[in-house]
């Protein structure tokens, strides 16, 4: 595993992360599954805490975010392992993702400098998606969950696959900013979602610590402890509702910076396969989320939003705070925010918009024309046949105006057109824990 690194951008000359870096190299397809190659790199793959124990439990491993990672398992194809997840309860590792800490007096000023987000006034042990932004165009340099984790401590999670470029853009923002932020890569640490309507049954059984899982809500973090199967406990983890299947269901982090997570995260997943029973609970892979963040109308970074995506286009403007829309001060915020008003109306507007499709016949793959009248008005994202629904769908960018659900067009699937109909997301209906409105 590499070595975690801090960066104190009070105090430190502007100077390189010291950790060993690798590349996520290109995205290429594998059957449906987008997999990160390092291929272009030459550098070895990393292997997750929970390596072994995928090998050990009959996965099939695969090159993704420059780990090697579980696409499915042997005992559930694709599909059932996607209707197992909606009908019961999955164990994602996600440890690929990449942690961080951001902590100083600074560290909320810093984050509303490159987030569209507010910071300062969010509530302890809450957290929220939102985007790291380019000064000047407003594109989508990774998007990310930040929760509030102390006073002036924020909780940082990015996607694997933008490693390198997230680690230069962090350390040349806080080597501008100037603030008193120590920021820390948590390198080496474990990462699990337990996902599905049975997601909190389980962890109530797990749990060594007393949380009402009832009154802990989608966006709410606590640390807690749980019981391991030889009547032990874990060191203290930090526990996040929520997720990316459009289930209810559980982030669990393990620290590798301050416990041997390795260790840790293995007997922890353990713990919660033999609690929970395999009626109730089964590992999955890259395979089976893919299929099910799509039905939850989520986004897959270098596929659905990239660096020339504003949030606006993207059908991300919720993330950008009422005072954020007043105040600005952001990176593109001088892009992002004419966006929000359309020509019409004496704004900017945007050309084109993210949006859902059904297609018939053979599903859209990425880079699939999208035509109206003979006419390309847009290019699919992302698209899978949809286990729950039997249908193919897909998200895609389509010109403004052609946007609306409803609107009838063409997709071009291996030069052949197929009819398709612009359709709101989610594909299927989000079940997150909310607190009464």
């Known amino acids: 595993m590499m070595k975690s690194f801090t960066r104190i951008a009070r105090a430190s000359p502007r100077v390189k992360a010291s950790a060993s870096l690798s590349a996520a190299g290109r995205l290429s397809t594998a059957g449906s599954i987008r997999c990160a190659s390092n291929a272009s790199s030459g550098e070895p793959l990393k292997k997750t805490p929970l390596y072994d124990f995928h090998v050990a439990n009959g996965a099939k491993m695969v090159p993704f975010a420059g780990y090697h990672m579980p696409v499915q398992y042997s005992s559930l194809s694709l599909a059932d392992s996607h ?50 932004l380019w000064p000047g165009t407003g594109g989508i340099v990774d998007d990310t969950i930040v929760t509030r984790i102390g006073e002036n401590e924020f909780y940082v999670v990015t996607n694997g696959a933008c490693l390198d470029k997230d680690t230069k853009y962090i350390d040349e923002e806080l080597g501008k900013f100037g603030g008193d932020v120590q920021w820390t890569r948590l390198d080496g640490s474990g990462l699990v979602a337990l996902q599905g309507p049975q997601a909190a049954e389980i962890l109530s059984e797990v749990l060594a610590t007393d949380i009402n899982l009832k ?53 922890a997943v353990e713990s919660l396969i033999k609690t929970a029973g ?44 009422p005072e954020r829309r007043k105040a600005g001060g952001f990176h593109g915020a001088e892009i992002i925010l004419p966006q929000l008003t359309p020509k019409s109306k004496g704004g900017s507007g945007v050309e084109r918009r993210r949006v859902g499709f059904v297609v018939q016949g053979a599903p859209a793959r990425e880079g699939a024309e999208i035509q109206k009248d003979g006419q390309t008005i847009g290019t699919i994202t992302s698209g899978v046949p949809s ?51």
Not at 219 to 232: C, F, M, R, S, Y
Not at 238 to 261: H, M, Q, V, W
Not at 404 to 426: F, L, S
């Open 83 to 132: 209707h197992f997840t909606r009908n019961h309860a999955s164990l994602f590792d996600v440890s690929h993702m990449v942690q961080h800490i951001f902590k100083g007096p600074a560290a909320a000023a810093f984050l509303e400098k490159v987030t569209p987000s507010s910071w300062s006034n969010v509530a302890p042990m809450s957290g929220k998606l939102t985007t790291f």
């Open 278 to 321: 395999p009626e109730r609970l089964q590992m999955a892979g890259l395979g089976a989320r893919d299929s099910l963040r799509l039905e939850a109308g989520m986004c897959l970074y270098g596929h659905d939003l990239d660096d020339t995506t504003t949030p606006v286009e993207a059908g991300l403007s919720w993330i950008i705070s």
């Open 215 to 267: 009154e802990f809500y989608f966006g709410n973090t606590v640390q807690a402890e749980l019981k391991l199967a030889d009547g032990g406990k874990t060191h203290p983890v930090l526990i996040s509702r929520g997720g990316y299947t459009g289930e209810d269901g559980f982030e669990i982090s393990f620290n590798g910076k301050l416990y041997p997570a390795l260790e840790s995260t293995v007997k």
């Open 387 to 437: 286990p729950t629904l039997g249908k193919n769908i897909a998200m895609g960018y389509i010109k403004d105006g052609q946007h609306k659900a409803g609107t009838e067009v063409d997709v071009v699937v291996r030069g052949r057109k197929r009819q398709a109909v612009v359709t709101k997301m989610p594909f299927t209906p989000a079940k997150y824990w909310k607190a009464p409105a």
